[in-house]
C-alpha cells in the first residue's frame, strides 16, 4: 500500500527557509519520478516541481530559483529546500507521485510565511 509523509513544514518569516521531506513506502521508490505540490486554500492543488529516478529535476515558474528538489533511491525520501520564502508561499505541500491518480494523498504538511 503507497503511504506519502510529509513533514518539516511550519511558520516562517518572509525570506526564511524550510526544507520539506517526504518519507515513502508501499512501491519502489526508485523506479518513479516524484514531485512536490502544493494547494493554497481555497484554490486548486500545483505542481511545483519534479525529480526522475536519476535525479533530474523540473520546476514550475511559480518557485523556480527558490525551491531544489532531491531524492535520496536508498532511503526512499524525497525533499524540497525552498529559499527566500514569500508571503503567497503560505500552503499545504504535498508529495506524489505524477501520473499515480489512484495513489492517497499524504496529510501534507503546512507552511506558513509571515512576519
Known amino acids: 500500500q503507497v503511504q506519502l509523509v510529509e513533514s518539516g513544514g511550519g511558520l516562517v518569516q518572509p525570506g526564511g527557509s524550510l526544507r520539506l521531506s517526504c518519507t515513502t513506502s508501499g512501491f519502489h521508490f526508485g523506479f518513479y519520478t516524484m514531485a512536490w505540490y502544493r494547494q493554497v486554500s481555497g484554490k486548486q492543488r500545483e505542481l511545483i516541481a519534479d525529480?526522475?529516478?536519476?535525479?533530474?529535476?523540473n520546476y514550475a515558474d511559480s518557485m523556480k530559483g527558490r525551491v531544489t528538489i532531491s531524492r535520496d533511491n536508498r532511503k526512499n525520501m524525497a525533499w524540497l529546500q525552498m529559499d527566500n520564502l514569500k508571503a503567497e508561499d503560505t500552503a499545504v505541500y504535498y508529495c506524489h507521485r505524477p501520473l499515480f491518480a489512484d495513489d492517497p494523498w499524504g496529510q501534507g504538511t503546512q507552511v506558513t510565511v509571515d512576519d
Open positions: 525529480v526522475d529516478v536519476a535525479g533530474g529535476a
